[in-house]
């Protein structure tokens, strides 16, 4: 659909809302309106490449979008991503900041068209959390160029002139693997989706998970799950019908239990269910699987939970990102990292 084709009012229906609701939160306006449905608008915004004139600007034609923002995300998938989103929106506005969300679903070249339009045009700053790390140093380099203040977000570059707030991974995963290491599992199973492994943040998790392991004098598994790949060629697959016994698994990142929920039935371990799970992040379950049950058997092994502190990390890149802009070259890059907190959620723990 080209751009001239979408109006407020395509976005309305897809949405299933009133024309006016998408206007107020697509001009960041005060409304009443839950996160999932903001999120939903804005990510269907962006899928349509909406643009308010119906014309893409020019640098000539273009004043600049004053006090505006642009958050570029991975994807809008989970609920860590969309708390970021709505608390950036949030404290913006408190601020007297537009927000500007942007999709990349996973894909480095449409993080790079989106930096290209916030460019064009010539937004206050940008709030980055890129896909993936090895492109982390290009879009520094262009950022720079450009003289866009910018705060990358969760995913950081390992540098020490850029500004980033992120979560403490390496010691969360450290706490969640110990915690079930208490509980008396020797042989966990550390499970990481592949596009995850781009990035330096889950680098620093499955550090935690081998360095808590080593600590007990225990042997570390780790391996990569290829949601997109038939299973059963898969070297999980082989490992997790090999004569190891695993008694509990960690999921990297939560969200991605779903795929080890596809998993289980093609293993030993679909018939005994004998084991217990440790995950990083909450997560969303699909109604259709509360309303029917449908693996809850597997949701119900889950017994300790890392935590990270979405909107502290989101409010904190805010208040960052403001202060460079209203610094200019006077502004020294900071870095923080947020505590990340361990949930239990079986019995007779503290």
Not at 17 to 46: D, F, G, H, M, Y
Not at 147 to 173: A, L, Q, T
């Amino acid at each position: 659909m080209e751009n001239k084709q979408v109006t407020l009012q395509t976005i309305a229906d897809m949405a299933h809302v009133s024309k006016a609701l998408v206007s107020r939160v697509l001009n960041n306006r005060e409304v009443r309106v839950s996160a999932e449905k903001r999120t939903q608008i804005l990510r269907i915004a962006n899928e349509l490449d909406y643009i308010p004139s119906g014309q893409i600007f020019t640098n000539a034609a273009n004043p600049g979008l004053q006090k505006t923002i642009a958050f570029i995300l991975p994807h809008l998938d989970y609920n860590f991503m969309s708390t970021m989103a709505d608390t950036v929106t949030k404290d913006a506005y408190e601020n007297g900041y537009s927000v500007m969300i942007f999709d990349g679903k996973n894909d480095s070249s449409l993080e790079m068209r989106y930096l290209d339009l916030c460019h064009s045009l010539r937004v206050s700053g940008i709030i980055l959390d890129s896909f993936s790390s090895a492109n982390n140093k290009k879009y520094i380099e262009k950022l720079t160029e450009w003289g866009i203040p910018f705060v990358f977000i969760d995913c950081y570059p390992n540098v020490p002139d850029v500004s980033f707030v992120s979560s403490y991974n390496k010691e969360g995963m450290f706490r969640l693997t110990e915690s079930l290491i208490q509980r008396g599992h020797k042989n966990i199973l550390s499970i990481i989706q592949d596009k995850s492994t781009l990035t330096n943040v889950s680098m620093q998790r499955l550090n935690g998970y081998f360095e808590a392991m080593d600590k007990y004098g225990l042997t570390g598994y780790n391996e990569i799950i290829y949601p997109d790949r038939e299973y059963s060629m898969q070297p999980i697959y082989s490992l997790m019908n090999s004569s190891v016994e695993f008694t509990a698994f960690i999921i990297h990142t939560a969200s991605d239990i779903r795929y080890f929920c596809e998993l289980i039935p093609s293993t030993k371990y679909a018939e005994k269910l004998n084991f217990e799970i440790g995950a990083f992040d909450d997560f969303n379950i699909p109604f259709s699987d509360y309303i029917t049950r449908r693996n809850e058997d597997i949701y119900d092994r889950i017994v300790s939970v890392i935590s990270q502190r979405p909107k502290e990390i989101a409010s904190q890149a805010v208040h960052m990102l403001l202060e460079n802009i209203k610094k200019g070259e006077s502004f020294l890059p900071k870095q923080i990292f947020i505590d990340c907190d361990l949930i239990y959620l079986a019995d007779g723990q503290k």
